[in-house]
C-alpha cells in the first residue's frame, strides 16, 4: 500500500487534512501523520499543509530536524508527488514578504506577498468561496474544471517568477495565483479539506497521481 507522509509541524490545518485525505484514499493509501525524517524520505507521496504567517510556519518546519532534507529527499531526489496546501504552497517559494523577508524552501522561484484588491469594498484576509480559473490541464487540478467555487482563506499569495508555473487563478479585486504546478509538484492556495465535494475529489486525483 502506497504511504502518503502527512508533515506534522504544528499546523492547524493538520487534523482536518488528515480526515480529508483518510477519506480521500478510501483505504487505497495509508495516510502517516508524521515529522520523523526516515518515514518522510521513504514515502510514496507528501503532502505540506500550513495556516498562519509564512514565517512562522517555516520556522516550525525548520524546527522539525531533518523534515526539509527529507522532504527534499523524497520529492526532489526521488520524485515522490507532492502537495502544498495553503501556506504549504507558498513555502514553496523563494522568499515571504511576511514580518521581513523570510527564505522558503526555493522549489519554485517566486514571492508570498500580501494580496491588495483593486475594490477598497473587498476585505483582507480573502475568506470565503470563489470559483478558480484553470490556466492549463493539470491530472490533479482536473476535478475543478466548472466548479463553481472552493474555499479560501488567506492574506498572502504565492506570485511565482515564471507565470507558466501558475494552474489556475482567482480573482478578489485582481488576480492572483490558486494553484501551482510544475514536474511533481503542486500547490494549491484554497483549502481541499475544507471545500467539500470538489476538495475531496482533487485529494483523490493527488492520491491517485503518477508524475
Not at 510514496?44 to 520556522?59: E, I, R
Amino acid at each position: 500500500m502506497r504511504q502518503v507522509a502527512l508533515i506534522d509541524y504544528g499546523s492547524g490545518n493538520l487534523r482536518s487534512a488528515e480526515k480529508a485525505l483518510v477519506r480521500a484514499a478510501s483505504g487505497a493509501a495509508e495516510i502517516l501523520v508524521t515529522h520523523d525524517p526516515e518515514a518522510v524520505s521513504r514515502a510514496d507521496a507528501v503532502v505540506l499543509p500550513g495556516v498562519g504567517a509564512f514565517a512562522a510556519c517555516m520556522k516550525g518546519l525548520t524546527e522539525r530536524t531533518g523534515v526539509i532534507e527529507a522532504m527534499t529527499e523524497a520529492v526532489r531526489g526521488r520524485g515522490a508527488p507532492f502537495l502544498g496546501i495553503c501556506v504549504g504552497m507558498q513555502l514553496l517559494a523563494a522568499r515571504g514578504h511576511e514580518f521581513g523577508v523570510t527564505e522558503g524552501l526555493g522549489w519554485i522561484d517566486g514571492d508570498v506577498r500580501k494580496i491588495t484588491p483593486d475594490d477598497p469594498g473587498l476585505k483582507v484576509p480573502h475568506m470565503g468561496w470563489n470559483a478558480p480559473e484553470l490556466t492549463r490541464n493539470h491530472p490533479v487540478l482536473a476535478g475543478l474544471d466548472g466548479v463553481a467555487a472552493v474555499y479560501f482563506t488567506h492574506s498572502f499569495a504565492m506570485f511565482p517568477k515564471d507565470e507558466t508555473d501558475v494552474a489556475a487563478y482567482v480573482d478578489h479585486g485582481g488576480r492572483f495565483p490558486a494553484a501551482v504546478a510544475r514536474d511533481n509538484l503542486v500547490g494549491v492556495q484554497f483549502h481541499p479539506e475544507k471545500s467539500q465535494g470538489p476538495g475531496l475529489r482533487l485529494l483523490a486525483d493527488f492520491l491517485e497521481w503518477r508524475p
